[in-house]
């Protein structure tokens, strides 16, 4: 390599269903030495709190891995764990790890019954570890349960009418009357939790947790009336318990309702989760020596401008005049004006007409193919 030579910086999210972002990247990266281009390239795989990210994380500023034995979604017991970074100031946790979907079989699905209760146990361990930061990417859950899991680990109670405590899970909670924080982990005063979040979905409504994610986590038509009705109920529950709205953030139905949960009852701060990730692992400093940035994930569309990675790295590289390209399994037809103003060239990957499983298995080699026709681009123009 010399001087002259372009600097390529490859930031992909995750292929859901097909690669992790690191393998994606690292696709990418064959393909652009494949090409014709004399070029460097720099792997930046990126996460925005989706299923990945605290990985991501760890193996960006390193840390120590700790496991426990938690409860899945349905209360079996597994090992799931978090890390340890800033010198162990603070604990990353994946809520995929421990109430994750891809925990469960497809015919198991049950976001009635599903808690997020693992995902507490270990928040609780971080804060016996003497954590003052927790920081909890939502991505990926099967829960919709408002975060009454986590919460009923770290020590809320939930009641009703008649005083009987009831489980921490929709189905139970159908009828829940009152929230008791008084044994809520005193720790928590001293420690701050940070929830990353992947979408800008409110709470309620049709575009909320329960409408938008309830389906995807196994729920019928008439389960998605209940658990909109449920989350209504802790709604009003939490707001004349502490002031605190849980339908109040623009993100607050990430992972159903549990990013919600956490900020009324627990004084979580939800962020975009791409911003803090690209902040945490020092994106703009990668930035600094790079001519072209490629970035993409499956599909880029009308969801990517609501906060998506992608969309967080092309307005970084675009606000520093450095030319963006957004690779996908899938576009849209005609894509919005904001997408294509967003990205300076939106490309889909895929060379054949397929099914959605030959898609799948063949994006690592699309993503290779389609980076050295990159590359040979940019060799022709320069």
């Known amino acids: ?3 002259n030579d372009t600097h390529i910086l490859i ?8 690669l992790d972002a690191a393998d994606a990247a690292e696709a990418l990266a064959r393909g652009f030495g494949q090409s014709q281009l004399p070029c460097k390239t ?10 990945g990210t605290c990985q991501l994380i760890r193996l960006a ?48 699905l049950d976001p009635m019954r599903a808690s997020s209760y693992g995902t507490g146990q270990l928040v609780r ?5 003497g ?16 975060g009454c899991g986590i919460l009923q680990a770290l020590g809320a109670r939930f009641y009703d009418s008649s005083g009987h ?42 575009a909320g947790a329960a409408a938008v994610f309830g389906p995807q986590k196994g729920a019928t038509d008439a389960q998605v009336t ?46 975009p989760g791409i911003d803090f990730f690209l902040d945490m692992t020092g994106f703009d400093a990668a930035l600094d020596k790079a001519d072209w940035v490629v970035t993409g994930e499956g599909s880029l569309d009308s969801q990517t401008l609501g906060g998506k990675g992608p969309m967080g790295v092309a307005q970084r590289a675009r606000s520093r005049r450095i030319p963006v390209i957004g690779l996908a399994g899938k576009l849209p037809l005609r894509p919005e004006e904001s997408l294509l103003e967003a990205f300076d060239v939106l490309l889909a990957i895929g060379n054949a007409p397929s099914s959605l499983a030959e898609a799948f298995a063949h994006t690592e080699a699309n993503l290779e193919r389609t980076a050295c026709a990159v590359g040979n681009l940019i060799a022709a123009r320069r």
């Open 61 to 108: 500023l390193g840390g120590r891995f700790v496991e426990h034995t938690v409860q899945d979604p349905l209360g079996r017991s597994i090992t799931a764990g978090y890390s340890l970074v800033h010198d162990g100031r603070t604990a990353v946790i994946e809520m995929a790890d421990a109430s994750g979907i891809r925990l469960l079989n497809p015919d198991a």
């Open 42 to 51: 720099t792997c930046f795989p990126i996460g925005d709190g989706g299923d």
């Open 226 to 271: 209940r658990l909109e009705d449920f989350l209504r109920r802790l709604d009003g529950l939490s707001r004349a318990l502490t002031g605190r709205s849980m339908s109040e953030s623009p993100h607050s139905g990430t992972a159903g309702g549990a990013a919600a949960g956490l900020y009324a009852l627990a004084g979580a701060t939800l962020v």
């Open 11 to 18: 930031a992909p999210n995750a292929f859901k269903h097909s």
């Open 1 to 3: 390599m010399n001087d």
């Open 165 to 206: 405590e009831l489980a921490g899970y929709p189905a139970a909670l159908e009828n829940v009357a009152r929230i008791d924080l008084g044994n809520l982990d005193p720790r928590l005063a001293s420690c701050r939790i940070t929830v990353l979040c992947d979408v800008n979905n409110p709470l309620l409504g049709a």
């Open 131 to 146: 954590v003052s930061h927790v920081v909890i990417g939502m991505g990926g859950s099967a829960t919709v349960d408002g």
């Open 125 to 129: 361990r971080a804060l016996e570890e």
